[in-house]
């Protein structure tokens, strides 16, 4: 069989599934190991490398790295790899003077920054320490683009929010808030080498039914709702609230229109509850509210009497998939009246680019959105670049903070002249970890511990302030014992065949029975995953990690270790006699580089 190629750091970065499932492919192993040595300012500044924003994310994040624990396959609960995240926040000392600076002479470049949401916070990031000067615009008077407006701040404090955004604002950039742009053709004109926009998807999808033009008066977009609640336009809502929507924009307007004196909330969706688009966290914190979430149907009417709205009417539906796995919607034949005085409209969102004129040479694409280099964020005019939810569509603020990293790179070599897809390359290094016989230098018991809760204030309490943090954050002794649980999966089971004797000793060891020493099969082209089935002592489960497979030993035969259930617990490298197997931490010189 072929050998593995371990050349490059590809094959270890995704065994580290927290760190690759994390689009800005945050070190969630080291910084974890930093909480568990208390040092919290340490661990906040390796977060910040990567995210950018680890008290905002500590709090809010779509937490795509946890699904990915391998801690799921010793517990049922991943590692709570995103309140960690909050717990360097909240425990560092002061960073400031750890904060690069842009140099006191420039590189004579320009960069235009149009929105100052978390993808163009990141490129000032990116590009201020490096010499460039940055002109940031956003209509509004302060920046965070969608931090501040739409995420209320009962899961998001502004103290939080204004502290990570001035760590960018004060390295130096030119900030221009309450500046709308409102032409692209224009600015083109100006005396920018690059422009970056990171406008997000502003415009909230209107539901335009039956009754809409009577009731419209009291029927909102959802996000627009909670920008006037941010900006302190409107501090109150009425009795009854209807919210339609499943996603966790919807579980926003809820929690915040109960805050604002709504005493009958309820969020009806078409989808079953499991189906719905919010995050499982944000469904129990609205259910613990005392939000009535109604599931299975579908608006059809704005109810309006005497002038004024009644309530919206719904079919209740059963929802199947069809044969080409489609999912259709039949009415049951019932339907609801809900009345209510309010109607919060939080079905989607969608990229807004009435100020981008359509004959300058910018192409979109059939849903309005920029034509651009998946790889760069380039678009086609060569100086224009996009990320965010302006790239792509809504998605997620770690999701426009990896934009953010791959455009800076992008207008960095934009601007030196060099080509944008040649995108740099980082280096790797594997770091023995062995202190002694049975020693390491890192922690690595598997205990089988439950996740921990993060502390709330009490529900009833919660509802009664816009402003007051529900969650608590761990305290110390939560932490350390969350941190606990992290199972170190960038120290990685490291194999050298020259020095193995094929005593099996590891292969008894194992827990997880995931070493294997087979005989070699002659077919270097089909796939492993079909060469191997019944083969080896537990077949993969999944194909969402390789195998780590080695060259020919001594006898003719090959180590294969599947690296989707090894837990990386080293008892192989301390029964080897030989030291053939060793754990090496992997260390990327470059991770902003490693984001495709």
């Known amino acids: 069989m072929k050998k593995t190629d371990v050349s490059n750091y590809d094959h270890y970065l995704k065994v580290v599934d927290c760190q690759q499932a994390c689009p800005a492919h945050t070190p969630v192993p080291e910084y974890i190991r930093l909480i568990a040595d208390k040092r919290y300012s340490d661990a906040y500044m390796l977060n910040w490398h990567s995210n950018v924003f680890p008290g905002v994310l500590g709090r809010v994040c779509d937490r795509p790295c946890e699904p990915a624990c391998r801690r799921g396959r010793v517990e049922e609960e991943p590692v709570a790899i995103c309140r960690l995240k909050r717990v360097t926040a909240d425990f560092k000392d002061d960073i400031t003077d750890r904060l690069p600076k842009a140099p006191e002479e420039g590189n004579g470049k320009r960069i235009a920054l149009i929105g100052a949401g978390p993808a163009s916070l990141t490129v000032a990031r990116d590009l201020l320490p490096l010499g460039y000067h940055i002109s940031l615009f956003d209509r509004d008077q302060r920046g965070g683009g969608m931090m501040r407006s739409q995420i209320p701040a009962f899961r998001l404090p502004e103290t939080v929010l204004d502290e990570e955004i001035d760590y960018i604002l004060n390295m130096g950039v030119e900030s221009h808030f309450g500046s709308a742009i409102t032409s692209m053709h224009?600015?083109?004109?100006?005396?920018?080498?690059?422009?970056?926009?990171?406008?997000?998807?502003?415009?909230?999808?209107?539901?335009?039914?039956?009754?809409?033009?009577?009731?419209?008066?009291?029927?909102?977009?959802?996000?627009?709702?909670?920008?006037?609640?941010?900006?302190?336009?409107?501090?109150?809502?009425?009795?009854?609230?209807?919210?339609?929507?499943?996603?966790?924009?919807?579980?926003?307007?809820?929690?915040?229109a109960k805050r604002l004196g709504a005493e009958d909330v309820k969020v009806i969706v078409r989808s079953s509850y499991a189906a719905m688009k919010a995050s499982p966290w944000?469904?129990?914190?609205?259910?613990?509210?005392?939000?009535?979430?109604i599931v299975n149907h579908t608006p059809t009417e704005f109810v309006v009497e005497k002038g004024k709205l009644k309530g919206v009417m719904f079919d209740e539906v059963e929802s199947f998939y069809d044969r080409g796995g489609n999912r259709v919607l039949k009415n049951t034949g019932k339907t609801l009246l809900a009345e209510c005085d309010l109607v919060l409209v939080a079905i989607g969102q969608d990229t807004s680019f009435v100020w981008i004129e359509r004959d300058i040479g910018l192409d979109f694409n059939d849903w309005d959105q920029p034509c651009l280099n998946e790889t760069t964020l380039q678009s086609s005019i060569d100086k224009v670049f996009f990320g965010g939810d302006a790239a792509y569509g809504p998605e997620?603020?770690?999701?426009?903070?990896?934009?953010?990293?791959?455009?800076?790179?992008?207008?960095?070599?934009?601007?030196?002249?060099?080509?944008?897809?040649?995108?740099?390359?980082?280096?790797?290094?594997?770091?023995?970890?062995?202190?002694?016989?049975?020693?390491?230098?890192?922690?690595?018991?598997?205990?089988?511990?439950?996740?921990?809760?993060?502390?709330?204030?009490?529900?009833?309490?919660?509802?009664?302030?816009?402003?007051?943090?529900?969650?608590?954050?761990?305290?110390?002794?939560?932490?350390?014992?969350?941190?606990?649980?992290?199972?170190?999966?960038?120290?990685?089971?490291?194999?050298?065949?020259?020095?193995?004797?094929?005593?099996?000793?590891?292969?008894?060891?194992?827990?997880?029975?995931?070493?294997?020493?087979?005989?070699?099969?002659?077919?270097?082209i089909t796939p492993p995953q079909q060469l191997l089935k019944g083969k080896l002592k537990v077949d993969k489960a999944t194909d969402e990690q390789d195998y780590l497979i080695s060259d020919n030993l001594n006898t003719g035969n090959i180590m294969v270790k599947d690296e989707d259930m090894c837990l990386h617990c080293g008892l192989c490298a301390e029964r080897c006699p030989t030291g053939a197997w060793d754990m090496q931490k992997l260390t990327l010189s470059n991770i902003e580089a490693t984001i495709k």
């Open 282 to 293: 944000e469904k129990e914190d609205a259910k613990a509210e005392d939000i009535d979430i």
């Open 186 to 256: 224009k600015l083109l004109k100006e005396n920018y080498d690059a422009i970056f926009v990171g406008t997000g998807a502003p415009k909230g999808r209107a539901l335009n039914l039956p009754g809409y033009e009577a009731a419209k008066q009291q029927i909102s977009i959802g996000i627009d709702w909670l920008a006037n609640v941010s900006f302190g336009h409107n501090d109150k809502a009425p009795k009854r609230v209807v919210v339609l929507g499943g996603g966790n924009t919807a579980m926003d307007c809820c929690r915040t």
């Open 396 to 524: 997620n603020i770690i999701t426009a903070v990896a934009h953010g990293h791959k455009a800076a790179i992008s207008i960095d070599l934009f601007c030196q002249g060099k080509e944008p897809t040649q995108r740099p390359k980082s280096d790797f290094n594997l770091i023995s970890q062995k202190m002694g016989m049975h020693e390491w230098s890192y922690t690595n018991i598997i205990d089988h511990d439950e996740r921990n809760l993060v502390p709330h204030i009490s529900w009833q309490e919660a509802v009664k302030k816009l402003a007051t943090e529900v969650e608590l954050g761990f305290d110390e002794q939560l932490a350390l014992e969350e941190a606990g649980r992290c199972l170190n999966c960038d120290v990685h089971t490291i194999f050298t065949e020259s020095t193995c004797i094929e005593c099996s000793a590891c292969e008894d060891i194992c827990p997880t029975d995931c070493i294997n020493f087979i005989g070699d099969i002659k077919d270097n």
